[in-house]
């Protein structure tokens, strides 16, 4: 080999960087982190407590109580190769103080009698007890001499000598505060290397570090900062230890030291153990005195160094600590301590009946006789759920919770039957009840759940906030309720608030119920998805409909005495509409072509029965598609009187016209009466005059009774009469239909009736027949009169007629007089005959008064 890479190679701080990659590389690669992330791993080993009378050992770490004649079992899982045949154990123990001891040094101390105080006061140097030092290659246990408050490890690599122990030991009783208080401090940080590495190894993408921290802080009742995870392990690390250690005002995190680098590697949980070796911080964890005296009073010639475990193969624990080169003639003994609780069993109940979901997780609300037992709960172990029924207990999982006074079940993988049950666990080998009962019950079956039909019915396109509610299942171990469109698998489910009967968890509730906002929501099928405690889901249907059709110009009349009536439904998308009905009648509605959308008019068909009576106010009840409970309409029919009636009409001229008017025909520019016989009139009918043609149906001209015009008249004439004067020019043009209609407030309009055929004829003053010949048998004749264009022939009989000669030429000094030029044959058939003229379009002669 060549000296340059000789040297790198015999160079410490090489050395010791290739031990910091080895260490972190499984890390790096994927691997689980092994135990004491950043430090050095001593040796690994069990601990175990059994009991005096026999029974199952327990490890230390879990134990309560260690009283005397109890036995602590030693088991080596793992001791280095290089340190494995000289390696030794020991135990130290500190007693629970006799207060009966500590009584009596204060009051003979009082009387000053000095003698008996020495005495007491040695007896109370007797807390400490050093057991025997082991090869730590075999399995060892050792007998506890006295009820124990504080248990330690000292592991020498090199060999122990604990020879003088006893003697030191009682010559130095401050070591008992200072053992106690490592213990304690040591503890601390021992579980919150364990909770960094824990969420290291498994990082949760929805839960950060500060989360993570959350349930050591409340254990150990410190005030966690927010961590920056953007910083440096190191300066996250300090601000840990700072918060761990509120005595230590600053120190400087920052180091180019290996122990930095191993820091940096490991992670955050590195960083705090190195840190926690580091100076002054270990010390100030156990108290410098601590190591000065163990150095120099209890073992001799040796160095002593902090260290903490960590879990190892559940049950397991390594021993850790700061990884630094050996001091020239000395031994090095690793230091750990542990304080017992020397609690009783806290005295727990459920707050209320639980209600647990087979197959789910649970967290259950825990109270205490006494408040300060909360934190004691996390000691109990073999969590049992005891049946009420027959006794049977079945181990489960059971965590207390981040707030202590609540215990987490996890039943995901126990199969239990439904029924009641109680808590039970142990507390070291004592069994410990949490009074109260659990309710087993299954998850709900939502394969019949469904939007209560009221509430699927108001879940309509634009009414706002909807209220809904689901039946069909036991909704009490629903977690979460979201809402998303159905068939889009690209939807993001929009989470919703719901609400149970009795809130979550507290017994059978067969409704639940959420809420819509259907103005943010278009109609169409939706999803609402039901989350349970286990994370199963299910979807129920959700349809919100379209807007519901409205109905205006209400009410609607009916009359009595119609076999049925036809009326006109107003308003919107009434197409929507699959039925109508009201008291005392019978509706039928018009079909709607295929298509139709927003339909603002549609006829129906309205028959009274023979209950109905005037003057009732009938509420319709509209049946709407897709929707199963009809809207109501209050006020939506009103039963009328009969209607009014043109029983009769004649007609009377003022003067008959020149031209003959043929069957139903009534002439246009001249004035005509009309008498109306009519029935069911009230004190103010209104006359409504029409005239059509060929479907166009101009204005039509309205008469009240009394009104007087310039070219109408409307005159009641009797008790069931009605007497018109009109012009029928003014109303419509020739060859319109005239009708009437007669309409009253209270009881609706009349049949249409058709008073006659406008049509405008001419009038002939004048004839003359010329000797002038316009062939052989037909001569020139001249006619006189107004209006003569619209004469089309001239004959002598209503069958046989000869075109006009020309068009009409006014008459000097009279504008509206014409001269007509027409052809007759001679002679006419009889003396005076008459002529017939023939209106343009018309294919018969119309009779005329006028004679040759």
Not at 281 to 305: C, E, H, I, K, Q
Not at 356 to 381: C, D, M, N, Q, Y
Not at 658 to 669: F, N, R
């Amino acid at each position: 080999m060549n000296k340059p890479l000789a040297r790198l190679f015999l160079n410490p701080l090489f050395l010791f960087a290739i031990l910091v990659f080895i260490t972190s590389a499984p890390e790096a690669a994927g691997a689980a982190t092994p135990p004491c992330a950043g430090t050095m791993n001593v040796s690994r080993f069990r601990l175990l407590v059994q009991p005096a009378k026999g029974g199952t050992p327990l490890p230390l770490q879990e134990i309560n109580i260690i009283e005397a004649g109890e036995k602590v079992k030693y088991e080596p899982l793992h001791i280095p190769p290089a340190i494995r045949d000289k390696a030794k154990i020991a135990l130290l123990l500190v007693a629970v103080p006799k207060a009966e001891a500590k009584d009596e040094a204060k009051g003979e101390a009082e009387k000053g009698k000095e003698d008996n105080a020495q005495d007491a006061k040695k007896e109370a140097k007797q807390d400490i007890h050093v057991l025997e030092a082991r090869p730590a290659k075999d399995a060892q246990e050792w007998n506890i001499p006295a009820r124990a408050s504080v248990v330690g490890v000292v592991f020498g690599p090199h060999g122990l000598d604990v020879k003088k122990v006893s003697s030191m030991v009682i010559k130095n009783p401050d070591l008992i505060p200072e053992l106690t208080e490592y213990a304690e401090q040591t503890a601390k940080v021992g579980a919150l290397v364990e909770a960094l590495s824990e969420y290291q190894q498994q990082p949760d993408p929805n839960r950060d570090v500060n989360a993570a921290l959350a349930g050591f802080g409340n254990d150990y009742n410190v005030a966690i900062p927010k961590i920056d995870v953007t910083q440096p392990s190191s300066q996250q690390a300090a601000v840990l230890m700072q918060a761990l250690m509120p005595s230590l005002q600053t120190f400087d995190p920052i180091t180019s030291s290996p122990a930095g680098v191993v820091a940096q590697s490991a992670g955050l949980a590195g960083a705090v153990a190195t840190m926690f070796f580091g100076s002054p911080v270990g010390l100030a964890a156990g108290g410098a005195a601590l190591f000065l005296n163990m150095r120099t009073l209890v073992f001799p010639d040796t160095d002593f160094r902090s260290a903490f475990t960590q879990p190892f193969e559940t049950t397991g624990l390594a021993l850790c600590a700061k990884n630094e080169a050996e001091k020239p003639r000395t031994r090095v003994a690793y230091l750990w301590m542990m304080q017992v609780p020397n609690s009783e069993a806290p005295a727990a109940a459920l707050a209320e009946t639980a209600y647990v979901p087979i197959g789910g997780k649970s967290a259950l609300k825990v109270s205490f006789a006494k408040p300060a037992e909360s934190k004691l709960l996390t000691r109990a172990h073999g969590w049992e759920l005891v049946s009420a029924k027959d006794h049977a207990d079945v181990p489960l999982k059971v965590q207390v919770g981040t707030a202590d006074d609540s215990l987490d079940l996890d039943l995901t993988k126990t199969k239990l039957p439904p029924g009641e049950y109680h808590l039970a666990a142990l507390w070291d080998w004592e069994p410990l009840q949490v009074k109260g009962e659990v309710d087993l019950r299954p998850l709900g079956d939502f394969t019949k759940a469904k939007v209560a039909q009221e509430s699927a019915d108001h879940s309509v396109e634009g009414t706002g906030p909807v209220k809904l509610q689901l039946t069909g299942a036991d909704f009490e171990f629903v977690e979460k309720v979201a809402m998303a469109k159905a068939g889009d698998k690209k939807a993001t489910p929009k989470e919703i608030t719901f609400t149970l009967p009795k809130g979550k968890a507290q017994g059978d509730q067969e409704s639940m119920e959420t809420e819509i906002d259907t103005s943010a929501e278009g109609a169409g099928s939706y999803r609402l998805i039901l989350t349970q405690t286990d994370g199963s889901s299910h979807d129920v249907p959700l349809v919100i409909h379209p807007p519901n059709p409205t109905l205006e110009s209400l009410p609607l009349r009916a009359n009595l005495g119609e076999s049925q009536q036809t009326v006109v439904l107003r308003g919107t998308r009434l197409e929507r509409i699959t039925r109508l009905s009201t008291d005392d009648a019978v509706w039928e509605l018009a079909p709607v072509k295929p298509g139709a959308h927003d339909l603002a008019e549609r006829h129906a068909t309205v028959k009274l029965q023979a209950a109905a009576h005037r003057g009732e106010l009938a509420a319709a009840s509209v049946s709407v598609q897709d929707i199963q409970t009809p809207l109501t309409f209050s006020g939506a029919l009103e039963v009328a009187g009969p209607r009014p009636q043109i029983a009769g009409v004649s007609l009377s001229l003022a003067q008959q016209p020149d031209v003959h008017l043929s069957e139903g025909e009534i002439p246009a520019g001249a004035e005509t009466s009309f008498s109306l016989l009519t029935h069911n009139l009230d004190a103010h009918p209104v006359l409504n005059l029409t005239c059509s043609n060929d479907g166009f149906v101009r204005a039509p001209l309205v008469l009240h009774a009394g009104d007087r015009t310039s070219t109408a008249q409307l005159d009641f004439s009797g008790e069931d009469g009605l007497f018109l004067s009109v012009d029928p020019g003014v109303v419509g043009q020739s060859g319109c239909l005239l009708a009437a209609t007669i309409t009253t407030e209270s009881t609706g309009s009349s049949d249409l009736t058709v008073l006659g055929r406008v049509i405008r004829l001419p009038r002939i003053d004048k004839f003359a027949l010329s000797e002038e010949k316009l062939s052989s048998t037909l001569y020139a004749g001249n006619l006189t009169g107004i209006d003569l264009q619209i004469i089309e022939k001239t004959g002598w009989d209503a069958k046989t007629g000869f075109p006009v000669q020309g068009i009409p030429t006014p008459v000097p000094g009279s504008p509206q007089e014409q001269t007509l030029k027409v052809e007759l044959p001679w002679p006419p058939p009889s003396p005076h005959a008459p002529i017939y003229v023939w209106l343009r379009g018309e294919t018969s002669g119309r009779l005329t008064d006028v004679k040759y």
